[in-house]
């Protein structure tokens, strides 16, 4: 048996951290499914492959291998062995993801592997489909949001702190662009499942949305 708590909702809404708060104050795995889309997009841009290259890159799925590892109460990713934990955060790899995860082969797999890591395990995992399409059997569905504005704001602030250089008009162009992406897909778009709670993050502070959500889990633990 295992307790499984879905995350949804766009990028930059504070999902990974809120997960990670989560995760340790209820004792449950956190598993970041969006740095495994992330580990792909680096192997094709490491190969050199263009988005148009669908082949390619579905070929390129049979050739990597990507491990979800905990290591000093820390998640950390590893792609053909290779510790790419920060390398899949860059501004390079933000620009290409949404597009390389919409790629029906990627979309696939990575929902398999994501499947695999929280077989029999009590987790919280976040992402874009994860109470749509991963686990649309999940215990608890949430779905995060916040206004654009304030996302591009708390992505700039979490770049700066692990020292990797962008402004806030590009972050804030890169967030509309994945908005519209990833509410258009013919994969597996992003939208809230008939049955999450929605909450809005954009003028929470982080810890007013960890009890919030902490809430949440205990009430439909009780019911």
Known sequence: MSFIVAIDGPAGSGKGTVTKL??????????????????????????GYSIEEKEKI?????????EFKRENDEEKF???GE???K????????KLVSQVSHI??????????????????????????IGTNVFPNADVKIYLDAKPEERARR?????????????????????????YNDKTSDVAPLK????????????????????????IINKKKKE
């Open 22 to 47: 989560v995760g340790k104050r209820l004792g449950l795995i956190n598993i970041d499914t969006g740095a495994t889309y992330r580990c792909v997009t680096l192997a094709v841009i490491q190969k």
């Open 58 to 66: 579905a070929q390129l799925l049979d050739e990597i291998s990507i």
């Open 78 to 80: 590893y792609l053909n």
């Open 83 to 85: 510790d790419v934990s």
């Open 87 to 94: 390398k899949i955060r860059t501004l390079e790899v933000n």
């Open 104 to 129: 029906p082969e990627v979309r696939a797999k990575m929902t398999d592997f994501q499947r695999k890591m929280a077989e029999g395990k009590n987790v919280i995992m976040e992402g874009r489909d």
């Open 155 to 179: 992505r700039v602030k979490q770049n700066e702190e692990k020292g990797i250089e962008c402004n806030f008009e590009e972050v804030l162009e890169n967030i509309k662009f994945r908005d």
């Open 192 to 215: 809230q499942a008939e049955d999450a709670v929605y909450v809005d993050s954009s003028e929470l502070s982080i810890e007013e949305v960890v009890e919030k959500i902490i809430e």
